[in-house]
Nanobody
Framework: VQLQASGGGLVQAGGSLRLSCLAS????????MAWFRQAPGKEREFVAA????????YHAASVKGRFTISRDIAEKTLYLQMDRLRPEDTAVYYC??????????????????WGQGTLVTVSS
């Protein structure tokens, strides 16, 4: 499975961006998908995840209420709508995927496939 992330850029604090992640999987609906991010000098951290079946989505406490993960099955695309951005949201954002769901979805080591990352910079 190949993942291609896009949509990053420079935005002022309080602004919005939407990230996209195009997947090559034939059966995209069988894959759980997620977003992680990594700021300079920090470890990769969980942002949001969405189960492969049903509508369950999970968001990190730091982004809950500001970010929304969604997916378009027909377009095989994962999205991350980011609103009310803050300087501390500055990071490289990675999309990830795995076949089926893991209860340890917040742990990056449980995800099998990764996109190349897209840089989000939020200026104050």
């Amino acid at each position: 499975v190949q993942l291609q992330a896009s949509g990053g850029g420079l935005v002022q604090a309080g602004g919005s961006l939407r990230l996209s992640c195009l997947a090559s999987a034939q059966t995209f609906n069988n894959y759980a998908m997620a977003w992680f991010r990594q700021a300079p000098g920090k470890e990769r951290e969980f942002v949001a995840a969405r189960r492969c079946t049903g509508g369950s989505a999970y968001h990190a406490a730091s982004v809950k209420g500001r970010f929304t993960i969604s997916r378009d099955i027909a377009e095989k695309t994962l999205y991350l709508q980011m609103d009310r951005l803050r300087p501390e949201d500055t990071a490289v954002y990675y999309c990830s995927g795995r076949y089926g769901w893991s209860v340890a979805y917040y742990d990056s080591s449980t995800w099998d496939y990764w996109g190349q990352g897209t840089l989000v910079t939020v200026s104050s």
